[in-house]
């Protein structure tokens, strides 16, 4: 229990740490890696129309709060973790796994397999790094028994509310029923608008068998 305890405040610390990293990364354009031209990168305010910007920061303060309480645990502080907590630890982690499995199973395939590009500077740890680390900690290292069933629904809430940011988004610059990939950076409606009505339950569905597996594999192995 302690070693999984020590291991988690760890893993958390590290999370955060990337997160903060990561987001400077980004914001400020700083690039340690080169031979590609990265995709779905910008600068600035701009960086926050992404949806992996926005789950990996909401996982990185949650990642902070978690550690916190963690290490209050440990000291003997507190008895116990919230139910609270280890949904929004949950939600969290479904959040960036959301990221990594569209990187790797929408984005690099619609590019013609150019894996480098997705995984550059800041992203080699917004659509990597930082995903695998939370999933290995929220599966692994963070044993509970608090999370019910019926929790695995609350994983759906940041998709649901980003997906009504980017639909808006699509609707307000839609010209003869097409937007510009400049709009639909995800590539989402490029063969029209009313793919929507297909791509937004398959997105439901894939985010919601995250936070049922992500749940389920919590449960078993600890």
Request: charged share 10%.
């Amino acid at each position: 229990m302690k070693r999984n305890l020590k291991t988690s405040i760890i893993l958390n610390g590290i999370i955060f740490l990337l997160v903060i990293l990561a987001t400077i990364i980004m914001f400020t354009g700083f690039k340690f890696m080169h031979g590609a031209e990265p995709i779905l990168e910008t600068t600035k305010l701009g960086m926050f129309k992404f949806f992996t910007v926005d789950s990996n920061i909401l996982m990185g303060v949650v990642s902070l709060v978690f550690m916190i309480c963690e290490i209050k645990l440990l000291n003997g502080n507190i008895k116990l973790i919230s139910t609270r907590l280890y949904i929004l630890k949950l939600m969290s982690t479904v959040a960036v796994s959301l990221t990594f499995f569209a990187v790797f199973g929408y984005f690099v395939p619609i590019t013609n397999w150019k894996v480098l590009p997705m995984i550059m500077n800041s992203n080699l740890f917004f659509h990597l790094i930082i995903p695998i680390l939370s999933m290995i900690t929220f599966m692994f290292f963070e044993k509970t028994n608090k999370l019910k069933f019926k929790y695995t629904f609350i994983g759906l809430i940041p998709t649901f509310i980003y997906g009504i940011y980017y639909l808006i988004n699509v609707l307000i610059h839609m010209e003869n029923f097409k937007v510009s990939p400049t709009y639909d950076f995800y590539r989402f409606v490029q063969n029209g608008v009313w793919t929507s009505v297909i791509v937004i339950p398959i997105i439901f569905i894939i985010t919601y068998a995250i936070s049922f597996i992500l749940w389920r594999l919590n449960r078993k192995i600890n």
